[in-house]
């Protein structure tokens, strides 16, 4: 095991005791050992008491109330850039690394700095299958990964250019915090990963997935818990959520994204005539637009910054005029 101290893994935790042992220990069981940050969403469990008990080592930024997710990742990008941090791996509470996942991705970029962020391949909690999401989104990338295994290129560990991944295992050079920034706050909860890669994509930048690095996400009982338990309240959360990264969405103009946006609601209203969409769900979307078309004037002065890039978010006070939606 070797000490890396130019790279820095960055976990966000919010009652997070059922995995956070786990996802500690496999980072500390690793081939080289990372600088650990902590930032704890003020948790109401045991997290905070595992970590500092068990993982002393661990630099632990406790928020004295939720901050949400992107947010408190952008405070503990923040520390570990200040502490001299050359690379930053971000991973989720509920993930586990195998031993060799760090230097893996860490070697892999070093042979193909052009990609901006890279990420592993996203295994399910047993590692037995992919994630679900993981394999939902693999798009084109997952064709040209089909495409080498049937011509016996299987065995061959390279990078494959993604549009998407989900932020539960990214690998990002500083650069890249310098070139784009960190999290726009405007999203609590779900959706900054989306975000952060749309303005990626806007600079140019490539997004790889490497297929010789793996993690483990532990989820997988939720997602399906979650698909089964959709409240009112659920829906309209992840309505907004999905209207906003699509309003925030750089790379289209404000005219194409509102063609697109009558489009969806005249799907939604057909869907709901043709009985494959019920009326809950159609009322949550309308309730989206009201709550974020509200903050139509917060929406474009966040699409002007993000247009230019440049480490915005990187310093609360210089952009301390930018509005929140609360």
């Given at each position: 095991m070797t000490k890396e101290n130019s790279v820095y893994v960055i976990i966000v935790t919010y009652n997070g005791e059922k995995w956070i042992e786990s996802c500690l220990r496999s980072i500390y069981n690793g081939t080289i050992i990372p600088n650990v940050i902590v930032v704890d969403n003020c948790s109401k469990d045991g997290t905070v008491h595992i970590i500092s008990s068990k993982?002393?080592?661990?630099?632990?930024?406790?928020?004295?109330?939720?901050k949400g997710f992107g947010s408190a990742n952008n405070?503990?990008?923040?520390?570990?850039?200040?502490?001299?941090?050359?690379?930053l791996f971000l991973m989720n509470q509920d993930v586990y690394l195998f031993p060799d996942t760090i230097q893996k991705l860490l070697n892999a970029h070093k042979c193909s700095e052009e990609y901006w962020l890279m990420s592993p391949i996203h295994l399910n909690g047993n590692g037995k299958d992919l994630d679900q999401r993981f394999k939902d989104n693999l798009r084109e990338c997952g064709v040209e990964m089909l495409r080498d295994f049937l011509l016996q290129k299987g065995n061959e560990k390279r990078v494959y250019g993604a549009q998407y991944v989900n932020g539960a295992a990214w690998l990002l050079p500083?650069?890249?915090?310098?070139?784009?920034?960190?999290?726009?706050?405007?999203?609590?909860?779900?959706?900054?990963?989306?975000?952060?890669?749309?303005?990626?994509?806007?600079?140019?930048?490539?997004?790889?997935?490497?297929?010789?690095?793996?993690?483990?996400?532990?989820?997988?009982?939720?997602?399906?818990?979650?698909?089964?338990?959709?409240?009112?309240?659920?829906?309209?959360?992840?309505?907004?959520?999905?209207?906003?990264?699509?309003?925030?969405?750089?790379?289209?103009?404000?005219?194409?994204?509102?063609?697109?946006?009558?489009?969806?609601?005249?799907?939604?209203?057909?869907?709901?005539?043709?009985?494959?969409?019920?009326?809950?769900?159609?009322?949550?979307?309308?309730?989206?637009?009201?709550?974020?078309?509200?903050?139509?004037?917060?929406?474009?002065?966040?699409?002007?910054?993000?247009?230019?890039?440049?480490?915005?978010?990187?310093?609360?006070?210089?952009h301390s005029h930018l509005p929140t939606l609360s």
């Open positions: 993982f002393p080592d661990s630099i632990i930024l406790k928020m004295v109330s939720n405070i503990g990008i923040q520390e570990a850039i200040k502490r001299g941090a050359e690379y500083k650069k890249t915090i310098h070139e784009i920034g960190l999290f726009d706050p405007l999203f609590f909860l779900y959706g900054e990963d989306d975000n952060y890669l749309h303005r990626i994509h806007f600079k140019k930048g490539k997004v790889g997935i490497y297929t010789g690095a793996y993690i483990m996400h532990d989820r997988e009982n939720r997602l399906k818990s979650n698909l089964k338990n959709k409240t009112l309240e659920k829906l309209i959360f992840l309505e907004k959520n999905k209207l906003l990264v699509r309003l925030l969405n750089i790379n289209n103009n404000l005219p194409r994204i509102i063609s697109l946006e009558a489009a969806i609601l005249f799907a939604a209203i057909y869907g709901l005539l043709r009985g494959k969409l019920i009326i809950v769900e159609l009322y949550a979307i309308i309730i989206s637009y009201g709550m974020i078309l509200s903050k139509a004037w917060s929406i474009k002065k966040h699409r002007k910054v993000c247009r230019i890039g440049s480490a915005f978010y990187m310093n609360k006070n210089k």
